[in-house]
């Protein structure tokens, strides 16, 4: 009797799975790296310029892990993808910094200590930055070249 094959079912490899479950994995990298970063950062910037570089540790990580793994069939060169990838970011650091500002304020305010609310505050914001992040590199960032159809001739 044979044994089975390890990884001989339905996804034989993490790089198998379906791209949207593949880009929360490399999101949740991704975001873990930005969230973690913030930490040493905080102990000599304040929060708000902490989450920023925090944010941009995590983006320089996540540009090579969506790259590599995510949305492996580009047709675009790499430049014009980091310049694109570096215009979404821009765009969901922003949110990500307001929630995480408003976030640490409010729990700040309903009498969290201030480095718990910091910490909680930064995670929703990321987390509020992830849908944007997903939608604006799949339309972006990693889109495909569509070619487009030859139009028959009518006769």
Same mark, same amino acid.
């Given at each position: 009797?044979?044994?089975? /094959? ?8 993490? *790089?198998? =799975?379906? !791209?949207?479950?593949? #880009? $929360? @994995? ?20 304040p ?11 995590g983006m ?6 969506? /790259? ?8 675009? *060169?790499? =430049?014009? !993808?980091?310049?694109? #990838? $570096? @215009?979404v ?59 487009? @159809?030859?139009?028959?001739?009518e006769g």
């Open positions: 009797m044979r044994r089975p /094959r390890a990884g001989s079912g339905p996804v034989r490899r993490l *790089g198998d =799975l379906p !791209q949207p479950v593949r #880009f $929360l @994995l490399a999101g949740g990298l991704a975001a873990l790296v930005n969230w973690l970063a913030r930490f040493p950062l905080s102990w000599f910037l929060y708000g310029l902490a989450v920023v570089g925090a944010a941009c540790i320089a990580f996540g540009f090579f892990v969506y /790259r590599v793994w995510v949305f492996r069939d580009f047709g675009r *060169g790499g =430049l014009r !993808q980091a310049s694109d #990838f $570096l @215009l970011n821009a765009v969901t650091t922003i949110l990500v910094t307001a929630v995480a500002l408003a976030g640490r304020a409010l729990l700040v305010r309903l009498g969290a200590p201030c480095e718990p609310a910091e910490a909680v505050a930064h995670a929703a914001g990321i987390a509020a930055g992830a849908v944007g992040n997903y939608f604006g590199h799949a339309a972006i960032t990693f889109r495909t070249r569509r070619t487009r @159809l030859p139009v028959a001739a």
